[in-house]
């Protein structure tokens, strides 16, 4: 098995002596790479860049977010991740994510492809302090689907926990193979399944607020979805499509009504 690249990346956001959102630490070693900083509607725009073409057999990735009291910060990429063809063993990549009380984090990576062959770990720890803001999306491709692959890479596990407030409000566990009933049941839905997840929290939306019946209203023939509440501070979001175009719209519109409903205004990613 190759030995691979071991990268890590290491972000804190904080105010600085004007109120304004700042990096104060930063650190990131190959194949991760942070873009310049830039300030959009009061929030600090991080873009997390590989410059390689992907991640490798072997890959392993370490990373460490977190937002102080007073920080907001918006972390993204500006174009999809990839994972390649892999012999023996895995590419993997764990991140932490901390929002202490009075801060503010999105997360909203492009879309994640697997490509033939790719076999691929991820793990994720969200740590939401009371009074904490978050929203946190990911999105996955069924691979290189306009090259012909679909559903051709060999395994996914994904695991993501949510911490509110000290106490574990969501458990996510899932493994993606090709030719078990973990594909067959996406496939039921759309052939070529588009997957979106994403958690919300935030003491300022209540169940009352029309946005969470608005977003039940965004479902269409080719994009479905869903929204409950956690156990404890916030909501989870699941969206299914028939392609990357469905899973963009309705991303987006999600976004917009959340940011709506929180009665700020939304950074750009500069996506369409």
């Not at 920080?71 to 590419?91: I, K, N, Q, W, Y």
């Not at 479902?219 to 404890?232: N, S």
């Not at 969206?239 to 917009?256: E, F, M, Y």
Request: some cysteine; glycine content about 10%; overall charge positive.
């Amino acid at each position: 098995m190759s030995r691979g690249l071991s990268g890590h990346l290491e972000l804190v956001c904080a105010p600085d002596n004007r109120g304004v959102s700042v990096l104060r630490h930063q650190s990131f070693r190959a194949p991760m790479h942070v873009s310049k900083p830039h300030l959009d509607a009061d929030a600090l725009v991080v873009n997390v860049i590989n410059p390689t073409a992907g991640l490798l057999e072997g890959d392993r990735v370490e990373s460490r977010v977190e937002v102080e009291s007073g920080g907001r910060l918006v972390l993204t990429t500006p174009s999809a991740s990839r994972a390649h063809r892999m012999h023996e063993g895995f590419a993997e990549l764990r991140q932490e994510l901390t929002v202490r009380s009075g801060g503010f984090l999105e997360f909203w990576p492009e879309l994640f492809i697997p490509q033939g062959g790719a076999r691929f770990r991820q793990k994720t720890t969200i740590n939401v302090e009371d009074g904490g803001e978050l929203l946190f999306f990911e999105s996955l491709a069924p691979g290189r689907v306009a090259a012909g692959e679909s559903f051709a890479f060999r395994e996914l596990e994904w695991a993501t926990d949510v911490r509110f407030a000290g106490a574990l409000v969501a458990r996510e566990r899932y493994r993606i193979s090709p030719g078990d009933e973990s594909v067959r049941t996406l496939q039921r839905a759309f052939t070529e399944a588009y997957y979106a997840s994403g958690f919300i929290v935030t003491p300022k939306l209540t169940d009352k607020l029309p946005c969470w019946q608005q977003l039940h209203e965004l479902q269409t023939k080719d994009a479905w979805i869903g929204c409950g509440r956690l156990a404890a501070g916030g909501w989870v979001v699941k969206i299914l499509a028939c392609g990357s175009i469905d899973l963009r719209r309705t991303l987006q519109s999600v976004r917009s009504l959340i940011y709506s409903a929180l009665g700020v205004a939304m950074p750009s990613v500069r996506r369409t």
